[in-house]
DNA sequence: CATGAATGAGCCTTCATTCAT
DNA sequence: AATGAATGAAGGCTCATTCAT
């Protein structure tokens, strides 16, 4: 790559991480264009040097998020670790990124009304790819016997990390937090027991 | 009240559900007045009779589903169970109510620019509220030993409850489930996980 | 027709007309919103409400155009009169129309970069229509021996006269002729040669 | 002229006579300097290295069109042929010339929006300067007995000249010929009739 | 009470133009 | 001589809001 093309894909990147923070804050409808650029001190014009339209600047904001954090998870799974740490580490890492980031997983609400057809099929394809690597986790750590999932509701129990985990941005500053690490260590150890069977849930049913 | 003006809230009523069904599905900047108008039958202008303006519809359909939801969990606090029974049936309620309505709560990604000032201060004591009656069954049960969770870290827990039963709307239509309650008795079981104790927590640092 | 849809049509009848003219005048381009709203006292944003787009807005002005055309012509060819007759009137009217209007009969350079697949094959259809009843009245003429066309050279002759006719507002209103009647009157005369053989052409090839 | 004034007036050349391809379809504010510039494989910028702005590009573009058709028909008017030769030659010339090079002859409508005082009085004389050869010839002709046009409506002829010939390349193409100079010869000789008497007309009037 | 109609602010997007390199 | 990058002024369009009827 030239180092104009290096020049301009770091400005792209540049981009995109600053429109994450903002989607994040404002929703794709609330954020403008405007806000994008004059947060980078740009003219909203020069931001079509970059992208075709809004649209393709949210989408590839999105597919980078969901990019990076497919191989944040996928590196720790792929490490020697018992599953219980390996997912107390990708739960960390999850929402650690999100904060610092003050980026937002997935809150676009019902995104059908945002990308178009080919978009949401790749948006999609993402999404499930990082969903799977929670899920085979599981899934192992279960045949293990290190949590204490049934298969088919492996799915429900991802789902329900995936939410508490997102949501975390939404009250975390609120909090006023002294030390991030400490937060994040704490909702961990929480989280954990949602895979952590104890007994008490063979009864029902 | 006069006949009149019941027939007005009973409309009130009407528009702010079918308000909340839309808000969910679109966001704030997503819905337009014209939206929840055609969803009634009735046109644009209409809605301003019954509300000064967009902000106040929105607000108050807020307000409405936080009453309802504050109403809810206190009518479930107020029986004589066991904490974990009424957390239980606290949770299957929130999630239940929010499935069958198509109603998002406090979806709207940092209301900041959505509200007055006045009414910020206003949702913002509400969602208090409703989070403390969370806090304290979760602080009782802790005294009385059915959960496990240390005071200081009771609305880190809440939160994360709140965050994982909030998302539910956003994944439950996909996963296509057959049959609602056996669906929300599932994701309910795994919740309480969130607040018994296995032994297993302890001896993290 | 009620009496609101009575207004509401013939509001939008005087926006065509307006429009009509100006876009002889600038081109599609040339024109915006703002310049066809602001010559009839409205605002922009008025317009939108009874027409889509621009697109839309533009093609109903042509549509109106051609109809109104392709009925001026056929009334004239219904009447009992000799060929050459029926073509002086109708030569006439069509320069008499776009002068008195100001518009201009398919003076849009390339109409594909601008209305869409559909509405380009009813504005072709309609183009088509009007044309056909110069070349049936054409086709008639010469069998009866009023003039004097080969059959495969009748739309020659046809595109010719058109070109002609459509050309007449771009140069009538620069000679600042007195009378319009008699410079039609004129015009006319001349273009009638186009159709009469005078035994000059037979040696040709 | 020097070497590099030389490479840089064949360059301009070459631009304007791009140019004059792509306004002719598009018309002055359908085309961008974008489109212009990548039809040349050079960048929007490289244009303005060789004109001042789209006004001057534009601008000489016509003057180029219009000069070259002065001088077209001159060259014709200077030999020795019939009046009815001449004409004959002059029509095909400017049909044929704006068929192959895809030109459009005073296309724009209403110049009056697009070019500075100065430029509009340029073209102008440009344009008269054309016309001017026509009339003088049909001038001739009519005096010769060649044509028979009345001297206070040759103007008019010429106008109905103009605009037939100046329509052709709106339908020519859309004709599917075959051949181009046949094509030409045919549209040619029934242009010709509009200045031939028939003593048809004699009796008008 | 409700509607049709209109307004005006704001947003996305295009494009002529400039300028440092 | 040419390019990449940026600017800023429109222009198309949406939408909350108003108001006469």
Known sequence: MSLREKKKAKKKAEILQSALTILAEKGYHGTTMEDIAS???MTKGA?????????????ESQVKLLNKSIENVQNICKTDQLPIEK??????????????????????????????PDQLIQIFRLREAYARVYDELLREGSKAGAFSLPNNEIKIVRNLLLGAMNWVTQWHDAAGEKNISEFVESVTNYLLRLVQGCGLNDEDK
Do not use: C, G, T, W
Request: glycine share 0%.
């Open 39 to 41: 947060h980078l001190l």
């Open 47 to 59: 931001l079509y040097y970059y992208f075709k339209d809004k649209q393709e600047l949210v989408y």
């Open 87 to 116: 997912l107390r580490k990708m739960i960390k890492l999850h929402i650690d990124y999100l904060i610092r980031n003050k980026s937002s997983f997935e809150l676009m609400a019902k995104p059908h009304e945002i990308f178009s």
